[in-house]
């Protein structure tokens, strides 16, 4: 199932979707005593964990019931601004006086590869022996239609079986890690967050979904028997025609 929501403003977007992580994480915790989410990196999601982070949902949120994983890490110094543990780690997670054992960040120190299977495993100690179900997966939409860290060409894009896998950009000189398209589709709830109108024409070709394969490593996101939801703004959303719904 794919639904598509559309916000005036990435303020509104924003505030909307740390409301529905709140809703996700009661809903969760009183079926099952846990939440676990996989967090996106990129400026788009940013402006949702500042907000969770602040009050009065801060408090309204039973933290400690909740377990943080990440989609893709870029494969940088600890402290380095462009991993996404620390954009996440300064916007939501310091305020929040977590256990150690409810972060789960892909680690940095390791070589990309080690990093890559260490994370598989902590998945697999985490979920145990079915494939890991997210109850909320947070994504981005790059303007090169990458999502997490499938890009374009790479070898990850037609990975079937293995949970973890490396990737590259020919420009840059660091490798990421990144979950595979076969991990989030397992997911109950995904949702994109796509702001700003230099996403518009991908997300347009997107959600068309007229082609095979689809033109851009974020359609391999077709979740299982779980919902995936489009979260956009106006700017992002200025190709599609009115009223326009996913294929």
């Known amino acids: 199932m794919s639904r598509l929501q559309r916000f005036a403003d990435l303020e509104a977007l924003s505030r909307a979707a740390a409301a529905r992580f709140a809703e996700q994480a009661k809903t969760a915790i009183a079926a099952r005593g846990r939440f676990s989410v996989l967090l996106a990196g990129g400026e788009t999601p940013r402006r949702t964990y500042e907000l969770l982070a602040e009050e009065p949902r801060q408090r309204a949120i039973p933290w400690d019931r909740i377990h943080f994983f990440w989609g893709d890490e870029r494969c940088v110094g600890a402290q380095d601004p462009q991993r996404n543990e620390t954009m996440v780690s300064r916007a939501l997670l310091d305020p929040l006086e977590l256990r150690s054992d409810q972060v789960h960040p892909i680690r940095s120190d390791l070589a990309p590869e080690q990093a890559a299977a260490d994370y598989a495993v902590e998945l697999r100690n985490f979920f145990g022996t079915a494939p890991p179900c997210f109850d909320l997966v947070l994504l981005g939409l790059g303007t090169d239609g990458h999502t997490a860290s499938l890009l374009p060409g790479s070898a990850a894009l037609e990975e ?10 020919p420009e840059e000189p660091f490798s990421r890690v990144t979950l595979t398209a076969p991990l989030l589709n397992q997911a109950a709830l995904i949702l994109f967050l796509v702001a700003g109108r230099n996403k518009a024409e991908v997300l347009r070709a997107l959600l068309a979904r007229t082609a095979h394969p689809p033109p851009y490593p974020a359609g391999l996101i077709r979740p299982l028997t779980g919902t995936l939801e489009w979260w956009v703004d106006q700017a992002a959303a200025s190709l599609l025609a009115p009223g ?4």
């Open 160 to 169: 079937k079986v293995r949970w973890t896998a490396v990737t590259r950009r």
């Open 244 to 247: 326009h719904a996913p294929a």
